[in-house]
């Protein structure tokens, strides 16, 4: 089955602590984007990619860091520099075609202890 | 530039009665539209889309939605409400940039009860 996959699923930080939460897909897509989601405030956008070796700042970019050196992998690391991590993270992808929707993976869970 | 507007933040019903999400968009462009939806503690999922053919869309599980230019508006629709829709629903317009990032709105959160 085509999709994205997101792992793990729930994350546990100390505080001071980096982490990389993962993103994988399968569906050749060019685009990869990272989203963080809080309670009441919708998505929204840390890093984007649209190529691989080449990506961009979303609206929240601080305290993230990214690499794309596969198209299938987009994997987003929380850095110490990020004040409040406790979020739930979404990974999206999406075909060239500035048309079409992103199709997104379960998410990760991250919880700073 | 381009933004979402989604009109009401929660909505409540009673299983079996209509469901109206309403969604207002603004872009100096002709964009494409989208409606997806979130169940608690899991990923967004595709409901339906518009892209400049048919202006009423169908979409999974019963639910379809209208896209008018004169109203710039997307608003969802469903005859009748089933307790398994209790969920988020996000309205969501394409970038003028090709390549960029969907526009999301914040949200609505549609409640069911029986």
């Known amino acids: 089955d085509g999709g994205i996959t997101q792992s793990p699923k729930y994350l546990f930080r100390k505080e001071g602590q980096n982490v990389t939460l993962s993103c994988e897909q399968n569906l050749n897509h060019d685009a990869m984007y990272w989203y963080r989601q809080d309670p009441g405030q919708g998505l929204r956008l840390i890093y984007y990619?649209?190529?691989?070796?080449?990506?961009q700042k979303g609206d929240i970019a601080e305290g993230y860091s990214v690499s794309r050196e596969k198209k299938e992998s987009f994997p987003l690391t929380v850095t110490s520099a990020q004040k409040n991590p406790t979020a739930f993270y979404l990974c999206?992808?999406?075909?060239?075609?500035?048309?079409?929707?992103?199709?997104f993976g379960p998410g990760t869970r991250l919880t700073v202890l | 530039a381009q933004s979402v507007t989604q009109l009401d933040s929660h909505v409540s019903v009673s299983e079996g009665t209509p469901v109206l999400l309403r969604c207002n968009y603004s872009s100096s462009y002709s964009p494409s539209l989208f409606w997806y939806v979130q169940h608690p503690n899991k990923g967004l999922q595709l409901l339906l889309k518009?892209?400049?053919?048919?202006?009423l869309v169908k979409g999974i599980n019963g639910f379809e939605a209208e896209f008018k230019k004169s109203e710039t508006s997307f608003h969802l629709t469903k005859p009748s409400a089933h307790m398994s829709d209790a969920a988020e629903y996000f309205c969501v317009v394409t970038p003028p940039q090709a390549g960029t990032a969907l526009i999301f709105g914040k949200g609505t959160t549609l409640s069911v009860s029986s």
């Open positions: 999206a992808s999406r075909a060239g075609s500035s048309y079409n929707e992103q199709f």
């Open positions: 990619s649209q190529i691989v070796n080449d990506f």
């Open positions: 518009y892209t400049s053919a048919a202006t």
